[in-house]
């Protein structure tokens, strides 16, 4: 009987020689005469052998894609020990997986498109490199203020500026342009005031973002992440002029340009939101800066915040939460949802980039007559808004006090370029 050029009766019987002899029949006499075996060996995960390798492509350097020939399928452990094999760790790489067979019983197990996971972005993966405006910015902190006892504090509204945006009133070079001249005369508002304390209240709204409607992809004139350094950096600038005239408090919440989101769907929890991920950015510089200044936030699952300014309650609340003038009813509702805000003299809201003041009952525990105050917008301009309603506005940063009698109308100021 001829012998088989793979070996003998004692040894061809090997899961490789099989699959050899199965791939090649016009070489092997004896083809077809042993199957594989149903041991219960062969269940186990298939040692990944080189030789087996039959395609190797790639889309671009970081991604790769591989055909492994076997006798068997594999199974996901199998794949993972082949990418072990190449020296990646699996659990490192996304990959996709499948095996297709032969009408020999040969088996085509492929591995598609295997390329490493991108890594997560901490909170302390900014740095000056990527953040290069805000960590120039910070190199020219004010020094610590002096402290008042006199009993009044100041609260700056900081609205909607959507930085990136492009409207009628240009873009980022003009924003920038509006926003120096209003700190300018911000100072000259300041100067003079013996202040207790200062809150800066972001009323959200910090950048365009790429998830807002329409096609901001195209009318954008700054990336996402150019986005958020300016955003960082114009909050820095805005915080580092108060400081120089009293403490800061700083006060961030969730708005709906700034949120987590795919389309109109946002993806995480209300505290996943880019804007209060730069006010942590922000919060490190002032630390390492050594100025006095507090950071206030909502619970990870709130979207409102109260902050207590010498004895007046401040809430401050995006306002996409509310739908036109009803947001004297969504505060109403706070109290039995025992909301952040449900205790507030003075609610502070954004969203309708137009300056509102409504008169909102009494506090019960404190006796003073509430106010909610809209604050005007610090952006280009909606165009959109403008041509379906007809309604139009100028940017302003609106400027109120607080004193130890509570809110202070007759301080109330809208301050524009």
């Not at 954004?350 to 007559?369: E, I, K, L, M, W």
Request: proline share 5%.
């Amino acid at each position: 009987m001829p012998q088989c050029k793979y070996g003998d009766e004692t040894t061809r019987a090997t899961a490789k020689d099989r699959t050899i002899r199965r791939h090649n029949k016009k070489q092997c006499i004896c083809y077809d005469v042993h199957q594989p075996s149903s041991r219960q060996d062969d269940a186990k995960p298939a040692t990944p052998i080189v030789e087996g390798v039959v395609a190797t492509s790639g889309s671009d350097a970081n991604t790769d894609t591989y055909t492994i020939s076997s006798d068997r399928a594999w199974g996901y452990n199998d794949f993972c020990e082949f990418i072990r094999s190449k020296g990646q760790d699996p659990d490192k790489v996304s990959f996709r997986w499948g095996s297709t067979s032969t009408p020999s019983g040969l088996f085509f197990n492929k591995i598609n498109d295997v390329k490493p996971l991108p890594e997560a972005v901490t909170e302390a993966s900014f740095t000056a490199e990527n953040l290069p405006g805000l960590y120039a910015a910070a190199e020219a902190s004010t020094p610590k203020p002096k402290h008042s006892s006199n009993k009044r504090a100041t609260v700056i509204v900081w609205a909607d500026p959507q930085i990136g945006k492009t409207g009628r009133r240009g873009g980022t070079k003009e924003l920038i342009e509006r926003s120096t001249a209003i700190r300018d005369r911000l100072d000259q508002h300041l100067a003079g005031k013996d202040l207790q304390r200062i809150l800066f209240a972001d009323a959200g709204d910090g950048i365009e973002g790429f998830e807002s409607g329409g096609n901001p992809m195209f009318t954008n004139d700054l990336s996402l992440a150019q986005q958020l350094d300016t955003y960082g950096t114009e909050m820095f600038k805005f915080i580092n002029l108060a400081h120089y005239h009293a403490p800061v408090t700083v006060a961030g919440i969730p708005s709906n340009h700034a949120a987590w989101r795919c389309g109109k769907q946002n993806l995480g929890r209300p505290a996943d939101d880019l804007g209060l991920l730069m006010h942590t950015q922000v919060e490190y510089r002032t630390a390492d800066r050594g100025m006095d200044v507090q950071w206030v936030r909502p619970a990870t699952y709130d979207e409102s915040v109260a902050v207590d300014l010498i004895g007046t309650r401040i809430g401050l609340v995006h306002g996409n939460q509310f739908g036109p003038g009803q947001a004297v009813a969504w505060w109403e509702k706070q109290t039995f949802g025992a909301q952040a805000s449900a205790t507030a003299d003075v609610l502070v809201h954004g969203h309708y980039h137009t300056f509102s003041a409504n008169v909102a009952g009494r506090n019960p525990h404190t006796d003073r007559q509430r106010w909610c105050l809209g604050a005007p917008t610090l952006d280009n301009g909606s165009d959109w808004f403008r041509t379906v309603a007809g309604r139009d506005s100028d940017p302003g940063l609106l400027v109120f006090d607080v004193t130890d009698e509570g809110f202070d109308l007759a301080s109330l100021t809208i301050i524009s370029a």
